[in-house]
């Protein structure tokens, strides 16, 4: 298990006012009911419980802070950081303080805490020979940049320490021949840290970043100004998976995420870094501000290239060897907690090597080894491991698995693979490979435990037949196996026209007229039943399926459209919802649009498309015009569940949009919750004033009709208190009388998500 956090801090100062200010700022559970206001002033939120509190030690005079430091060294529990004021008569200044410190403990980080100008700091840099221990803070003290530097410098201390134990145990493997890689240790304690914080909203912007980016050749001021900050500041090769790692940040049950890239420095060369961002959410879970720090690891990342090239692989095969295979799972798993994608250990043994190795000879299987190491190379990806842990027992490190059920995937190729016949010294020969595997997850104690999981899946595997794969557990391999079963289903679903649109009424509320339809995709499927959307759009998303079946539901929405039209009952819109991945499609998807309406003669604004808040971030992130193109040709867009994601709504201004989708929990708080009625009323005046529509979605009950009814007379909603979704014939019938009221089976009671 990781060690927690050290959060140590020593705060040397002649002035007892600003030990009680620090400990406000630092210690919200010591502070008065006050600090709860100045929390959400500074952050946005009083709920943080993410990070462990501070531990602030304090000292009157330099001699104090000495003695504290040297006591808190023997037993065991170092300072990570302190701040030292400037002037502390009548004992040590702060400079011959920080000497006397860093003589006892050179790790210590510190910030040097002044209100005079008059201080020469190039001499007293010199001096200290501090590079990035040392950062100074001017007095008066803003609180917020108070609280980042103790954040990022613990933080740094913490993850100094961690790289130091690394290196350590990267020595160690290889023993002599890393010798030159010693100093690594040294440059990585001293990388410098920058600090940023975004805005909560989908263009994500910068309104804040450490002074010290300056050491990358940046000014601070230049990049607040820039809605480009990150094309600035990203390598354009890395920026998509900077933008994967920031679509986990949105994720609502995410703590954070982590990603190493290219950092663009001012004179156009480039330094790796390794960037932690947290996301700040209120207390509906909506998110306020994304914090950053960025730590240049260059020194480090060559240090692992240079380990790289002393080439510990195996010499039958040429692939990695146990050793390089534990320590890059080792590095993997380390990389995972702190908020990288997650991975999966496969472990492989053929099945019947023996009577090949026994009938050949030993030359035979090797020559086998060997080409089953190749075709195992062929079925991963560079990013991925490949390792031959001896005998005929391999291994695959898979990398970036995001779902348990791309493992099995990777596995089923790999059988696939391994089992096409060899030819071996003119003879056709067959072999078959049993796998287990173990997929990362937050539970995963250790990397040692997941290779003993591996072992367990790999040992089922064999007891059950052998030519197969298992995961760990029976729950994860009946859930993948069910899940893979489902996307090959899925792949026929069309061509076997087992696919169906359902329409839900939308109506407006002051008069009850129809006013349009979202259509909503079901799946009839042979043995399971009738499917909604949710249980196979995520598996088309994950397969690449969802292009295709995103195409026909357009085509179909069209083609009914038509047929409306043709009965005089028509809609004035249609409301299709667009999932990422037919966004990113960008040309295809204007085109499929485009021949649709002319395919069936419609005009554009009876589409209107659906796309989420998080769909919408990703969107801006990545600079796809998509949407703006798609507004061009006269459709309609809507952002659908609004208001679940992010706690500002100005940002609706910069963006053209025709409806905003208030999600039903929204809808629901807001009967129980005065704040939340107030936040859905917010909503609403800012989309008139806006001048956007509004539509409730998942309307179900009598009491919450009649709290829209007091919003305004222009609102729209749908949901069970006028219809569920319903299959075409009915929704024409719906049409064809042209106004809704309360459904008999609301009247019931309470319902589900309408959908």
Do not use: Y
């Given at each position: 298990m990781s060690k927690p956090q050290n959060r140590r801090i020593l705060l040397a100062d002649d002035t007892p006012a600003i030990h009680e200010d620090f400990r406000k700022i630092l210690l919200p559970a010591a502070a008065d009911a006050n600090l709860d206001d100045l929390e959400s002033a500074l952050f946005g939120t009083s709920a943080r419980k993410s990070e462990?509190?501070?531990v602030l030690d304090s000292a009157y005079q330099g001699q104090e802070a000495l003695a504290k430091l040297r006591e808190a060294l023997a037993a065991e529990a170092p300072y990570a950081m302190a701040f030292i004021d400037m002037r502390m008569p009548p004992g040590w200044d702060g400079v011959e303080t920080i000497e006397q410190l860093w003589l006892e403990d050179p790790r210590l980080q510190i910030v040097i805490c002044t209100a005079y100008a008059d201080q020469s700091w190039v001499e007293v840099f010199e001096r200290l020979d501090a590079r990035d221990r040392l950062l100074v803070l001017k007095k008066p003290f803003d609180p917020i940049e108070v609280r980042q530097l103790a954040s990022a410098l613990t933080m740094k201390w913490q993850m100094t320490q961690d790289a130091a134990f690394k290196m350590n145990q990267l020595e160690q493997a290889v023993e002599e021949r890393t010798r030159e890689l010693s100093d690594a240790n040294i440059i990585v304690q001293n990388s410098p840290t920058i600090l940023y914080r975004l805005r909560g909203e989908p263009a994500f912007p910068l309104i804040y970043i450490s002074h010290n980016i300056t050491?990358?050749?940046?000014?601070?001021?230049?990049?607040?100004?820039?809605?480009?900050?990150?094309?600035v500041l990203i390598d354009p090769a890395d920026q998509p998976g900077v933008a994967a790692a920031m679509a986990r940040v949105l994720e609502k049950d995410a703590e954070g995420a982590s990603i190493e890239y290219r950092l663009c420095t001012g004179d156009g060369a480039r330094r790796w870094v390794e960037n932690r961002y947290v996301p700040v959410r209120d207390k509906d879970g909506r998110l306020i501000e994304v914090e950053g720090i960025v730590i240049d690891v260059t020194e480090r990342k060559a240090a692992e290239e240079q380990l790289a090239r002393l080439a510990r692989t195996d010499g039958l095969t040429g692939l990695a060897n146990r050793a390089t295979l534990v320590e890059r799972l080792h590095q993997a798993h380390a990389a995972a907690r702190r908020g990288s994608v997650p991975f999966a250990l496969h472990c492989l043994d053929l099945d019947h090597f023996k009577p090949v190795n026994d009938m050949f000879g030993h030359p035979g299987g090797d020559?086998?080894?060997?080409?089953?190491?190749?075709?195992?190379?062929?079925?991963?990806r560079e990013t991925d491991v490949v390792a031959r842990l001896g005998g005929d027992e391999f291994a695959v490190l898979q990398s970036e698995m995001t779902d348990p059920a791309a493992a099995g995937a990777l596995a089923?190729?790999?059988q696939q693979a391994l089992a096409r016949p060899y030819m071996i010294n003119g003879n056709q020969v067959h072999a078959s490979a049993s796998i287990g595997i173990c997929p990362y997850a937050s539970s995963s104690e250790s990397p040692e435990e997941m290779l003993a999981q591996a072992d367990v899946a790999l040992y089922r595997s064999k007891e059950q037949g052998r030519n197969q794969y298992h995961f760990h557990s029976e729950e994860l391999d009946f859930e993948v196996r069910d899940r893979v079963a489902l996307g090959e289903d899925l792949k026929q679903a069309i061509e076997r026209e087992e696919l169906e649109l359902y329409y839900q009424p939308q109506v407006e509320l002051s008069s009850g007229k129809i006013v349009g339809v979202e259509a909503l995709l079901r799946w009839n499927h042979p043995k399971r039943g009738l499917l909604d959307a949710a249980a196979f759009v995520?598996?088309?998303?994950?397969?690449?399926?969802?292009?295709?079946?995103?195409?026909?539901?357009?085509?179909?929405?069209c083609r009914q459209l038509s047929v409306w039209r043709e009965q005089g009952v028509a809609p004035p819109v249609v409301a299709i919802n667009l999932s990422l991945g037919q966004l990113r499609q960008g040309g295809e998807l204007i085109r499929d649009v485009t021949e649709s309406l002319a395919k069936w003669q419609l005009d554009p604004s009876v589409l209107e498309f659906d796309v989420t808040e998080s769909t919408l971030a990703q969107m801006t992130w990545t600079h796809n015009d998509v949407l703006p193109r798609l507004r061009a040709l006269g459709v309609r867009i809507a952002i659908d569940d609004f208001g679940t994601e992010y706690s500002s709504f100005e940002y609706l201004r910069t963006y053209r949009v025709n409806h905003l989708k208030i999600a039903q929990s929204m809808l629901k708080r807001a009967i129980d919750?005065?704040?939340?009625?107030?936040?859905?009323r917010a909503i609403m005046n800012l989309a008139r004033e806006a001048r956007i529509g509004i539509i409730v979605e998942g309307l179900e009950t009598q009491t919450q009709l009649a709290f829209l009814q007091s919003t305004g007379p222009t609102t729209l909603a749908q949901g069970y208190y006028f219809s569920e979704a319903v299959m075409a014939t009915e929704a024409g019938d719906l049409l064809r009388s042209g106004t809704m009221e309360q459904s008999e089976r609301s009247k019931g009671g309470d319902h589900g998500a309408a959908a």
């Open positions: 462990a509190d501070f050491k990358f050749g940046h000014e601070p001021a230049a990049l607040l100004a820039n809605p480009n900050w990150a094309d020559l086998l080894l060997r080409e089953v190491a190749l075709r195992l190379k062929n079925c991963t089923e190729k790999i995520p598996i088309a998303e994950r397969t690449g399926g969802i292009v295709a079946l995103g195409r026909w539901v357009l085509d179909q929405a919750d005065p704040d939340s009625a107030a936040t859905v």
